[in-house]
């Protein structure tokens, strides 16, 4: 998605209308509903919508969290966009010859109510491709005692992808999942490639074996929609056709996965530093106590 960087610096109109899609679960109503918000340099439509929630209408309901672009859980269509509410400056979507945003819950996911949609199938997509490094060696992965070896250009290469917030936007712009509920989705199967190309993974087979199928790449119509949209300007459209490459390679019996990690035991130093004291633990606050008693933390000498 490109981003204006400058609108934060821009002053929005003062008065803006907020056109928003309103549905009420329990009648099956939908209707839109304005509200005028005074706006200031610097305002985001979640500042928007927050104020509008607080000071005009205690019932609009919508979901959010850290209010900075890393939890993905304000993802909402803004003037006909996928954006996060909370990276999305009014500046950037209202102008003073149409100062007007419309707000309404993200396509393909089911609505809750108000700007709230249901993640459950979304999530369910995304277990699926078991997005965790699998390796043949159970008791091995779960020894703490080493690191898996990977070079800078290994990294790199799938480094983008592990930029995924999980917000849903690319899912709710993407035209197969619309037509078809079958379609594991563009977050998915990025997920997916991002699994497959890192040299720590060992079950690249399996992956492969577990998309080769109608729910998988070839599902794909290439509208890159996904990647259009993305707030971490992660392409998951891209990630589908590397999907669909190894994929054909792998039933023509040419795929092979170029490396894979070995383990690399880490030198624990016998003595290490001590903690300045700055860094020392609260008396009374002992974290390795904290399951065993309650923690009482002395106040009274802290303040002193």
């Known amino acids: 998605m490109s981003f204006d960087p400058k609108a934060a610096t821009r002053t929005p109109p003062k008065v803006v209308t907020f056109k928003v899609k309103r549905y009420d679960p329990t009648t099956g109503k939908e209707w839109w509903q304005e509200y005028k918000v005074e706006t200031y340099r610097g305002m985001t439509v979640?500042?928007?919508?927050?104020?509008i929630k607080e000071e005009i209408d205690h019932t609009i309901v919508l979901r959010y969290s850290c209010r900075m672009g890393v939890c993905g859980s304000c993802g909402m269509i803004i003037n006909g966009m996928p954006r996060l509410a909370c990276q999305t400056q009014i500046a950037e979507v209202?102008?003073?010859a149409n100062p007007v945003v419309t707000v309404e819950p993200l396509k393909n996911h089911p609505v809750v109510r108000d700007l709230l949609t249901d993640f459950t199938r979304f999530?369910?997509?995304?277990?699926?491709?078991?997005?965790y490094t699998i390796r043949k060696d159970i008791e091995e992965r779960e020894k703490g005692d080493f690191e898996y070896e990977m070079t800078p250009e290994e990294h790199y290469n799938i480094y983008e992808y592990t930029l995924c917030i999980s917000c849903g936007l690319c899912y709710s712009a993407c035209p197969v999942v619309a037509s078809t509920d079958r379609f594991l989705g563009p977050q998915a199967l990025a997920y997916m490639w991002r699994y497959v190309a890192?040299?720590?993974?060992?079950?690249?087979?399996?992956?492969?074996?577990?998309i080769?199928?109608?729910e998988g790449p070839f599902s794909c119509h290439y509208a890159a929609s996904c990647s259009a949209v993305c707030p971490k300007m992660v392409d998951p459209a891209a990630a589908i056709q590397r999907l669909r490459s190894a994929l054909l390679k792998y039933r023509l019996g040419m795929y092979k996965k170029e490396k894979i990690a070995q383990k690399k035991v880490v030198e624990v130093k016998p003595n290490p530093k001590p903690l300045p004291p700055e860094a020392q633990p609260v008396p009374g606050a002992d974290p390795w106590k904290?399951?065993?008693?309650?923690?009482n933390i002395p106040i009274d000498e802290l303040i002193a």
């Open 198 to 210: 890192d040299p720590r993974d060992e079950a690249w087979k399996e992956r492969l074996e577990l």
């Open 212 to 214: 080769d199928t109608d």
């Open 290 to 295: 904290k399951n065993e008693e309650p923690v």
């Open 123 to 131: 999530f369910e997509k995304h277990k699926k491709v078991k997005p």
């Open 46 to 51: 979640l500042d928007a919508l927050l104020k």
């Open 94 to 96: 209202a102008t003073e």
